[in-house]
């Protein structure tokens, strides 16, 4: 993927890439422009629909026109590993002269173990896509409450929705440097907004899940059937006792709403779901053990509910 210089682009995940259950993977190359692989163990086929969103920045120094967007050398294969045409179109950014626009929009606060955007939920940790200029935030503010910043950088912030946020209603969310506002959008709230962490950091793939004996598992190492996993996830949802907004759990909590599990399609024992001892609250750990009996597989579905919700599809793991 090629673009002018004057742009900065992020991918994210499409709803098709998730349900596809493979794992997206971009590095930026040393003239500029990415390089992108979708990849995983399962043999399915991606289905036609929105397979990768793209989130631009433009430097505020850009002069107003149209600055292309051009993808190069795409290749694909079918399960069998058999070539598969792609046609391929280019495209382009339209920058017009005037003052500059929001920060961020809804659209680039994302679940920040998901990447896909939607409600808030209470302890959920975001990431929030946009200009350049977030790289100079000191603080975000939800409904007025500050929320913890875990991460502030070039054209991204990482912040967790105060557990107090009231979840029937409207959330606004606001990012503020030292000299004022920088700008502020309105988004639904709910009581959950659960999503599991993955390896490929895109929110679909081999889930970032450890086996029994705390090692990772991947198709060289999987777990086994009867054995506990440790998937890690955020948007859960309160925790009881009341975790402190910005704080590392002091010890096993669990969530204030139940989980349930199923992998493969298999009903599975939730054994632990709450706050992950000596990490940040919002992080929230799950505890599930692998059914008996179950088949091996090197790309198990995995899926978790809390609330009436259930996490995006896409997260496996590998059992043998």
Same mark, same amino acid.
């Given at each position: ?5 004057? +742009? ?39 289905? &036609? ?9 433009? &430097? ?18 079918? #399960? ?12 382009? /950014? ?8 929001? #920060? ?12 896909? #955007?939607?409600?808030?939920? *209470?302890?959920?940790? /975001? ?5 350049? &200029? ?32 009231? *979840? ?19 988004? #639904? ?15 679909? %793939? *081999?889930?970032?899940? +450890? ?14 059937? %009867? ?10 949802? @309160?925790?009881? @006792? ?45 505890? /599930?053990?692998? *059914? ?15 609330? %009436? ?12």
């Amino acid at each position: 993927m090629d673009f002018d210089s004057a +742009l900065s682009v992020r991918l994210l995940p499409g709803t098709q890439l998730g349900a596809s259950a493979k794992s997206l993977y971009a590095a930026t190359l040393p003239g500029g422009g990415l390089r992108v692989l979708i990849v995983g163990m399962n043999a399915g086929a991606i289905a &036609d629909g929105d397979l990768l969103r793209a989130v631009v920045a433009v &430097d505020p120094s850009a002069a107003a026109g149209i600055f292309p967007v051009r993808f190069t050398n795409a290749i694909a294969t079918d #399960p069998n590993g058999s070539a598969v045409p792609i046609s391929m179109t280019a495209g382009g /950014v339209q920058v017009r002269a005037g003052s500059l626009t929001a #920060p961020f929009t809804d659209t680039g606060v994302v679940n920040a173990a998901s990447l896909l #955007p939607g409600a808030l939920g *209470p302890g959920e940790i /975001v990431t929030i896509f946009g200009r350049a &200029d977030l790289a100079t935030v000191s603080s975000v503010l939800c409904n007025g409450a500050r929320a913890p910043i875990l991460y502030v950088g070039p054209g991204q912030v990482n912040a967790i929705i105060p557990f107090g946020l009231d *979840p029937n209603g409207t959330a606004s969310l606001e990012v503020r440097t030292t000299q004022g506002s920088l700008g502020s959008v309105f988004m #639904p709230a709910r009581a959950v907004a659960p999503a599991v962490f993955t390896l490929g950091a895109g929110g679909s %793939g *081999p889930g970032a899940i +450890l086996n029994q004996d705390y090692s990772p598992n991947s198709f060289s190492n999987p777990a086994t059937a %009867g054995s506990i996993v440790m998937l890690y996830g955020t948007g859960f949802g @309160p925790l009881s @006792p009341a975790a402190t907004d910005g704080q590392a759990a002091v010890g096993p909590t669990s969530t204030a709403l139940p989980v349930t599990a199923e992998i493969s399609g298999v009903p599975a024992e939730v054994v632990y779901a709450g706050a992950a001892p000596g990490l940040i609250a919002g992080l929230v750990q799950i505890n /599930v053990r692998i *059914p008996g009996g179950i088949a091996a597989n090197p790309a198990a579905a995995v899926s978790l509910s809390v609330g %009436g919700v259930t996490i995006p599809p896409g997260v496996t793991v590998s059992i043998q």
